[in-house]
């Protein structure tokens, strides 16, 4: 028997490297297997060599990475998604990863001495795949640079040692391609660029030069493509230099990048790999403000998603910070230990989820009476947010459970009170003696002040809740509040929690306001205070039933209100005297304010208030210091809300102080006349009335000229709310609000803005008349706004004419009408819209950049399936004329219209089949169409136009005329969204003007369209510019 012959190694490895990737291709489960067999060919090739003049050449090691070579070649032209030719990137990868990890076994098993840094077939086979992958870097087709890159990260993390060179290549290929046009492949880039950032050393980097986690946290930021942004997400390293780009993204427009960021923000909470090491996103290595932004805008998050991502990361964090080592209500304090509980709502929202996500922390809760000897700040915060949650969730049998007895909450808050006000008085003492020195001290004092205030303030929200059928405990409860809020030294953030108690313990809102009035004559009148406190003290059968506390003393229920005793005219008073009544005036308006913000009857029903109006709010009103006439106006413009008369005499007076007040005083005028006008609506904005015409012009001209942008978001506001529920149809005010929302001049107004695009889509998709007043003013703004844009002064930005079209367009569709029931779909509304563009393109002053974005605006319209006769004939008359009388020179312009042209007439092929103009003309309805038409005189034959000038002209130094004859650009400016720059060397207008021409020029040049008798509120506002 002849014996077996083996085939030399070369004829072996070019049939083994083929059956390698044909198997790869297949399943990744062979993949191992192949990585072994390669291993084993791949070294014994490796032993073929050649010696020649300079030295040895490797012939083997070369024609096993030219077949490798070949191999991948063969996968570099195959675009992303198949599913094989990833599977051959995973199979190179992992056997670069192979290779790398039997050099390393190896080394350690031969001598210390050897020199780690020698050569091996492993790394001149790493060496040799990556400069081949670096060619394909720069490849026109985007399929190979996707591949190469693909592999390059791929192979990142097993490369093991590189040259220098090679490195500084890849670092500075990578650069380039995080830069590409196409998303796949940066999303490959920054996986593989990622893989360096813990490779590199500052040092190395040349100065000016981006390193590779900067290059990462920019495009985080600002990567158009949410897909790059999460791959930067999943493979950016963190630490506490980068969480701050981290957590910009819990604001991310993409639901997955922001529900991603709290899955990160998780994994992170420990060092990967230990149980208990405090990792980067531990809650304690997190400051407040992190902590708070984390929870603010994962539980506000809009998506339910996001917000159970955010509620997971919460949980853990309690997890993180009790590692189960007390007991639920341990772990719970401890958790509420990382918020400030004072100054933020976060800490109740957070421990809100925490009872969603973790249902046995809220069970495992027992409150026993040992808990309320020493109610901290975090303990009675946690009882009462448990009590609301119990409340919310009708539990009344662990309510029931955990509410305390009526009498006894009352003797604790009274306690509370009486040592914070034992405090205050030796703070005051200690004060007076130490000067302004040990200023620590001072702070420390504060913070235990603050802590004091803030049980009390739990407590009495706790109080809301109580049971009040004991009469007993009710009349306790009663008489500590009643006394309380007689108290000079109650602190302001008390107020308006003793009256939330009062309104819960008073049998109606008469009562109510009965004792603010006397709290309020008791104070204003210190003498006859002192004389029925003397009164109280020597009678003892009011008297309260602890010995032990400062304030023993109740009022009588029945005390009869008396009228408010003159004051002491300022001029008769001393320095401090003054001070201290303005002091009593500011708490008397406190009361005031509190009391009207809990009622809903009438002025005319509660006529106690007649004197404290008179006495009290319109002598604040009157004063010159802003905090009084501020608090005074409120007032007013609380009891105006509930008084008919006096909001029709006092509206006036709120208009008066908006041109004159500071901006804080502005923004609570404003806030008054707004709710003045929601709830008189039919007093003010009547339709047809003059009154309404003058009050919306006034708003509309304090909107155009007002430098503040929280005043301008608070308009904006305002006339949102009363457009959306119907109280005004004006559409000047529509107008207006459009303009500003896409005004330059307002784009770091981010409020307004917020605002403005949640509005308009919830406005025109609530109503179809709605939806047609909104197509009825498009081609006015689109004039007016492409004119802007056109002019656009050097830092501003703004949208271009064709986003502004895209808009409208999304506004108007009548699909996206909401569903309600007698609600009838407007179909027509596009239809319109396309007649009144086609009419508008008759215009020979159009620039033929706007005719070219109209013309693609047609494309986009909704034209029902069914539509009436003389419509669809009418929009085909007014295609024809104008491709007959006014032909579409732009050659994308024009294309984009006989599309839209021959899609009406295939669509509505049977209706125009027996179209005859002369019997249309016949028509009454459309004798001002056939006018108009008429009226168009044909073109003569033009000579092409000699090419324009680049640039643009400067603004005119008019504040009246916002448009220019000059044209931007050329044929072939593109018309896709995008935002436009300057320089701002050239910047000539100040913020308010701009915006007030932009708004004038429309009303001036469009005021037929705004209003039927040629009035606008551009007449009022050049009387005021000039």
């Known amino acids: 028997m002849p014996a077996r012959t083996t085939a030399p190694p070369m004829e072996v490895m070019a049939t083994a490297i083929p059956k390698a990737f044909d198997q790869a291709q297949s399943s990744m489960a062979t993949h191992q297997k192949n990585f072994i067999a390669l291993h084993k060919v791949h070294a014994e090739v490796a032993t073929i060599t050649e010696e020649v003049h300079s030295g040895m050449k490797l012939v083997g090691e070369r024609a096993f990475e030219d077949g490798f070579i070949e191999m991948i070649n063969r996968v570099l032209v195959i675009k992303k998604g198949t599913t094989v030719a990833d599977r051959i990137v995973k199979f190179v990868g992992g056997y670069i990863k192979f290779l790398n990890a039997k050099v ?51 192979m990142m993390s097993h490369l093991g040692e590189v040259e220098e060179a090679t490195y500084e290549l890849l670092r500075a290929a990578l650069m380039e391609r995080v830069r590409d046009k196409e998303p796949t492949v940066r999303v490959q880039a920054v996986i593989a660029l990622s893989k360096l950032c813990g490779t590199e050393n500052p040092d190395d980097i040349e100065e000016g030069e981006p390193t590779a986690l900067e290059v990462l946290e920019g495009i985080l930021a600002y990567d158009p493509t949410a897909d790059v942004r999460r791959a930067v997400l999943l493979n950016m390293p963190v630490s506490p230099t980068t969480l701050t780009a981290l957590l910009a993204r819990t604001r991310d427009i993409d639901t997955t990048v922001r529900k991603l960021t709290y899955s990160v923000l998780e994994n992170n909470i420990t060092i990967p790999g230990t149980e208990d090491a405090v990792g980067v996103t531990h809650p304690r290595a997190l400051t407040i403000a992190q902590r708070e932004l984390i929870v603010r805008n994962g539980l506000g998050d809009r998506e339910p998603a996001v917000r159970a991502a955010a509620g997971k990361l919460v949980s853990a964090w309690v997890d993180a910070i009790s590692a189960h080592k007390g007991s639920v209500l341990e772990d719970l304090i401890a958790f509420l230990q990382t918020f400030d509980l004072a100054e933020s709502q976060l800490a109740e929202d957070a421990l809100l989820s925490v009872f969603v996500t973790r249902p046995e922390y ?119 509040i009643r006394v309380m809020v007689a108290q000079e030294s109650l602190p302001e953030n008390l107020v308006a929690r003793c009256l939330d108690v009062l309104r819960v313990l008073s049998p109606n809102e008469r009562e109510l306001i009965r004792i603010v009035v006397e709290v309020v004559h008791e104070l204003r009148d210190p003498a006859e205070t002192e004389e029925d406190a003397e009164n109280l003290r020597e009678d003892p059968e009011i008297t309260a039933d602890d010995g032990e506390t400062t304030f023993g003393e109740t009022p009588r229920p029945g005390r009869i209100a008396r009228p408010l005793a003159e004051p002491k005219r300022p001029e008769d008073m001393s320095p401090e005297e003054q001070a201290r009544a303005d ?58 809300l509930i008084a008919r008369n006096m909001a029709r005499n006092s509206l006036q007076l709120f208009l008066s102080q908006v041109q004159t007040a500071p901006e804080n005083l502005k923004v609570r005028v404003l806030q008054v006349v707004f709710d003045v006008l929601m709830v008189h609506d039919a007093d003010f904005l009547a339709k047809d009335s003059p009154q309404a015409e003058r009050m919306v012009e006034f708003l509309l001209n304090v909107l155009s000229q007002e430098d503040s942008d929280r005043v301008q978001a608070l308009i904006a506001m305002g006339f949102a709310k009363l457009m959306l529920s119907g109280m005004i149809t004006d559409e000047r005010v529509l107008t207006s609000l459009v303009l500003v929302y896409l005004s330059p001049d307002t784009v770091d107004n981010q409020e307004l803005r917020q605002c403005l695009s949640y509005f308009f889509p919830v406005y025109c998709y609530s109503s179809p008349a709605n939806q047609r007043r909104m197509q009825g003013i498009f081609l006015p703004i689109f004039d007016q706004l492409s004119g802007v844009y056109k002019e656009l002064e050097d830092d501003h930005e703004m949208v271009s004419p064709a986003q502004v079209s895209g808009m409208f367009v999304d506004w108007t569709d009548p699909q996206k009408l909401i569903e309600l029931p007698g609600l009838v779909v407007d179909e027509d509304i596009h239809v319109d819209m396309a007649a009144d563009i086609v009419k508008a393109m008759f215009n020979q002053d159009m620039e033929k950049d706007d005719k070219k974005v109209l013309c693609q605006v047609l494309t986009k319209l909704y034209i029902p399936p069914e539509m009436d006769d003389d419509k669809i004939r009418r929009l085909k008359l007014l295609m024809q004329t104008l491709l007959a009388r006014r032909p579409i020179r732009d050659t994308a312009a024009n294309n984009a219209f006989a599309k839209f042209d021959k899609s009406i007439s295939q669509k509505f092929e049977k209706q125009l089949e027996a179209f005859n103009e002369d019997e249309f003309r016949e028509l009454e309805s459309l004798k001002d169409l056939f006018e108009f038409l008429d009226d168009i005189m044909p073109e003569e034959d033009e000579e092409d136009e000699a090419p324009k000038k680049r640039g643009r002209k400067r603004r005119s130094d008019s504040v009246v005329t916002s448009t220019t004859s000059s044209t931007a650009g050329d044929d072939d400016a593109p018309v896709t969204p995008s935002r436009k720059k300057g320089n701002a060397a050239c910047r000539s207008l100040t913020k308010r003007t701009k915006m007030t021409t932009m708004m004038m020029s429309f009303a001036g040049r469009r005021r037929r369209l705004l209003h039927p008798r040629g009035r606008c509120h551009g007449e009022l506002l050049r009387k005021l510019l000039t």
């Open 104 to 154: 390393a076994e190896e080394r350690a098993k031969q001598e210390e001495d050897e020199d780690e840094q020698e050569e091996t077939t492993a790394s001149r086979f790493t060496a040799r795949l990556l400069k081949h992958f670096l060619k394909g870097f720069e490849a026109k087709d985007k399929n190979v640079r996707y591949r190469v890159v693909h592999f390059a990260a791929e």
């Open 362 to 480: 809220f069970d495992g809760l027992e409150f026993e009476d040992a808990f309320w000897t020493e109610l901290t700040p975090e303990r009675a915060f946690l009882v009462r947010v448990f009590v609301d949650y119990c409340v919310t969730n009708k539990d009344n049998t662990r309510l029931e459970n955990v509410l305390p007895v009526v009498t006894a909450l009352a003797f604790r808050i009274q306690s509370a009170y009486n040592d914070l006000e034992e405090q205050l008085e030796a703070d005051e003492q200690d004060r007076m003696l130490r000067g302004a020195d040990e200023e620590d001290q001072d702070a420390s004092k504060e913070e235990e002040r603050m802590g004091r205030e803030f049980v009390i303030s739990e407590m009495l929200k706790l109080a809301v809740n109580l049971d009040y059928a004991d009469e007993i405990g009710r009349r306790k409860m009663f008489q500590l």
């Open 583 to 640: 002091l009593i005036d500011v708490r008397c308006l406190d009361l005031c304010i509190g009391m009207l913000e809990r009622v809903n009857g009438t002025f005319e029903e509660n006529s106690t208030l007649e004197g404290i109006l008179g006495e009290l709010v319109v002598p604040a009103v009157k004063r010159k210091e802003v905090v009084l006439r501020e608090k005074g106006l409120v007032t007013l413009g609380l009891c105006c």
